[in-house]
């Protein structure tokens, strides 16, 4: 199977997982869609296919991470709908499609937030192909990167952050938690999932801050350079909130160049490990590498 | 212990609990900060005090449920915070302190809200004192009945059923789920805890169905007849909305006589157990009688 291919089929597999689940559910109807125009609102689901190219990596059945996988891209998919909210980012597009609130109201935006980050934890404890011990060290691992020592907390740090000039040092530390929490979360849970070792995690671990620095460049320098159509949500908003970005920090071209220095180092990581590393690496690129 | 003393003594345990699991984090001040702010906001615990009060009918040590009972608080507060806010209820006071969003305003609140959310099921999953198979269980409980099929779905049922007028059956629906599935989750996590078998549980289930249908009849009746300095927060507010509410619906004596009927009810499921239901019945009696 291609890069290309791979990366079709699990998006593929990942979405009707994540629908098989949701309309599980017998409650309120508008609530569930919701949640839904969310999860369809596309993306390259770059998390859960982290999730599934490392069970590949070590020769595991990419099927015992799709619940996992879809777990993940629920937490993710929340933290975009609580994002884009009035009260914190106010963004009226995402991905070219309306905001869940302008959509479905605030009130059933936060609700169904709420709603997809129990699911995640649902559907994880539901898992029928994995044994418990493992579900918990999951349910620990995302609780942990997700909550206020992982995600949440960068959120707020982000949000005291703006207006202020950053060092590279603080910038770092609030993107390591908004940003680079989940990714990390997405390599390990698969890394736990195919029974690892505690070093091959350490490395991993490295593998996946690399590639959340990386990212997080990549949408900085984006936001510069990028094209509002491209990006379906207007871009320059950075500079507008005065927020410290890489290029803001290092110039255009220090950010491109600290940008090649995290994804060489990614790969460097997976280069130490005895794995079928070809997705893992297709994705670090499709990370580091979009449009531009 | 008199039931005053057990009241006492675990609201202390489970508050100091909660206190614990919060500062162990290392993240974002504030952010901790605003969650500690509404945990620490009081309330009876009843919902911990449930799944204490449930261990111990069965003689198991209480001990054992401290997270379980922290984790059921922190999924009540978020849920308070949330609900709060001023896209959803609009409330700037809560048991006579100003809301969360009023002091750490608006993007705080929703962040501090989804942390003690993620903090719950964090909390279940280290918890050293149970085997992974238990805590399995009580994520897949507190997630299906705080989630859309629980409580966030109440939660939206209720919004969409402002200004219409319901009847009993679709009252008692949305109760169920906004309320009641978070008393029957305290219930059932202590009687999961306990190894108690699925046919007491059953029964334990029918007991805390009627606490939560007498739980809301008990609000709806006090905001029609409540003191505003005692329930510190606006009474009527109800009225104002147009809500559906057992004393319209039923009139106040009406009320009366179904919240009687309700604890009867529940008394009586704990009766067909062979357990110690000392304190299961104080919780009832305090659930039902309040301050009328």
Do not use: W
């Not at 609700?111 to 934890?121: P, R, S, V």
């Amino acid at each position: 199977m291609t890069f290309e291919q791979f990366m079709e089929h699990y998006k593929q597999e990942i979405e009707a997982c994540m629908k098989r689940t949701i309309s599980a559910t017998s409650s309120d109807q508008k609530l569930e869609q919701s949640m839904m125009y969310s999860l369809e609102a596309g993306g390259k689901r770059i998390r859960p296919l982290l999730v599934l190219a490392t069970l590949i990596a070590y020769g595991k059945d990419p099927k015992l991470g799709y619940e996992t996988a879809a777990a993940m891209e629920m937490i993710h998919t929340y933290s975009l709908i609580h994002d884009d909210l009035p009260a914190m980012d106010n963004d009226d597009y995402r991905r070219g499609k309306l905001t869940n609130h302008k959509v479905y109201g605030d009130a059933t935006a936060i609700l169904a937030g709420d709603a997809l980050l129990t699911k995640a934890f649902e559907i994880i404890a539901n898992d029928i192909n994995l044994p418990a011990t493992t579900k918990i060290e999951l349910v620990q691992l995302f609780a942990k990167n997700a909550g206020v020592a992982g995600m949440v907390g960068g959120q707020q740090a982000d949000i005291l952050g703006e207006n202020k000039t950053l060092t590279l040092e603080e910038l770092e530390s609030i993107h390591q938690r908004k940003t680079g929490a989940l990714l990390t979360a997405s390599v390990l849970s698969g890394a736990i999932i195919a029974d690892a070792t505690k070093a091959e995690q350490e490395t991993l671990m490295k593998f996946s801050e690399h590639i959340g620095i990386a990212f997080q460049i990549c949408d900085d320098i984006l936001d510069v350079i990028g094209d509002a159509v491209k990006m379906g949500k207007k871009t320059g908003a950075d500079f507008d909130l005065q927020k410290s970005t890489y290029p803001a920090l290092l110039s255009l071209e220090g950010a491109k160049q600290a940008l090649t220095e995290h994804t060489t180092a990614a790969k460097h990581a997976l280069g130490m490990l005895d794995i079928d590393a070809t997705y893992l690496l297709g994705l670090t690129d499709l990370i580091a590498l979009r449009d531009f």
